[in-house]
């Protein structure tokens, strides 16, 4: 078995240990489970790729950061989680704008997109005021971060709007499941501590990682063919 296949199925069964260790609040374990992710799903990458790129690398760090944070948290962890993952979402527009000459409208793609960008918007003015309370300027930053979020949406799905590709396929669900992450990741933290919240959050957190590597791997095989 090679080395990529066997990374594969060892942050796999990572995956499913910190998710476990998660629920039950084991500390140690969730330590060294999480903070393995990111290490092994670069090697995995490693194995899947001709040449090493700087934007996937940021992306890695960025969230290996991120995570960090968050495997220790802080008192009010939110304020420093944000960091990180904003470049990490601005990694991700990066790569989306790159193969972008132009940006056309058609009536295929626009209804839909108004359809996506109205429910984004939607949310985002939802979730903003949940920040209200702080005196740094929080609700500010969440409102940058929520509108990288809301651009990087909107940019995956025109991309797999106008071209189903794997790689496409890969990035939209990559960028679903930040979405989905840090809306549930409000909700338990702000509104209501559910067990549910928290398992969704974390787990969509977790895959985001592997769907972002899958679409650079599938881009990486789709340009040499």
């Known amino acids: 078995m090679k080395f990529d296949k066997i990374a594969l ?7 499913l240990l ?3 260790t998660n ?3 084991f500390y140690v374990l969730k330590l060294m489970s999480k903070s393995l992710l990111i290490p092994v799903l670069f090697f995995y990458y490693l194995g ?4 090493i790129e700087i934007l996937p690398c940021a992306y890695f760090l960025f969230n290996f950061i991120g995570d960090s944070i968050g495997i220790f948290d802080f008192k009010n962890e939110i304020e420093y989680l944000i960091i990180p993952f904003f470049f990490s979402n601005i990694v991700i527009l990066i790569l989306l704008l790159k193969p972008l000459k132009k940006v056309k409208f058609t009536y295929f793609n626009l209804f839909p997109l108004l359809i996506i960008c109205s429910f984004l918007v939607f949310l985002w003015l ?5 920040f209200d309370f702080s005196g740094q300027n929080l609700q500010i930053k969440i409102g940058i971060y929520g509108l990288s979020i809301i651009l990087v949406t909107f940019l995956a799905a025109y991309n797999i709007i106008n071209r189903v590709t794997s790689s496409n396929l890969h990035l939209l669900i990559c960028v679903l499941c930040v979405l989905f992450s840090d809306i549930f990741y409000v909700f338990n933290n702000f509104e209501i501590e559910f067990i549910v919240f928290d398992i969704i959050h974390y787990s969509c957190q977790i895959f985001s990682s592997f769907f972002f590597v899958q679409f650079v791997i599938f881009r990486d095989k789709q340009s040499i063919t």
């Not at 899947?48 to 040449?51: A, T």
């Open 23 to 25: 629920i039950y609040d």
């Open 9 to 15: 199925l060892f942050y796999f069964v990572l995956c």
């Open 126 to 130: 939802q979730i903003i005021p949940f």
């Open 48 to 51: 899947n790729i001709k040449e």
């Open 18 to 20: 910190s998710i476990f």
